[in-house]
Nanobody
């Protein structure tokens, strides 16, 4: 059974930092694009960041560019999201996702990702 398990969420003051982790089990995703999405109450799930299978290519939503960094450790089957300079508008449930195909391009739509974690809550206070 394939599972993606996020951790690292919590409550932080504006300007603070958090590091999210997503550990995959049940299969390896070392050849796949991995991504992070987020969903705030009453809003649609939105793209945050994604990383190519090698880690050589990353892509970010404009709202987090320069503040968030996505990385991966294929030996650990884990992807990370370092979040700095957090803002109250970053408050949301954050979801890890995996693209089960072997496409070499990064897509930012939820429909491109087949596996999802259960989410971890990030709350940024002002």
């Amino acid at each position: 059974q394939v599972q993606l398990v996020e951790s690292g969420g919590g409550l932080v003051q504006a300007g603070g930092s958090l590091r999210l982790s997503c550990a995959a089990s049940g299969r390896t995703f070392s050849s796949n694009v991995m991504g992070w999405f987020r969903q705030a109450p009453g809003k649609e799930r939105e793209f945050v960041a994604a990383i190519s299978w090698s880690g050589g290519t990353t892509y970010y939503a404009d709202s987090v560019k320069g503040r968030f960094t996505i990385s991966r450790d294929n030996a650990k089957n884990t992807v990370y999201l370092q979040m700095n300079s957090l803002k109250p508008e970053d408050t949301a449930a954050y979801y890890c996702a995996a693209d089960s195909t072997r496409r070499r391009i990064i897509l930012v739509v939820t429909t491109a990702y087949d596996y999802w974690g259960q989410g971890t809550q990030v709350t940024v206070s002002s």
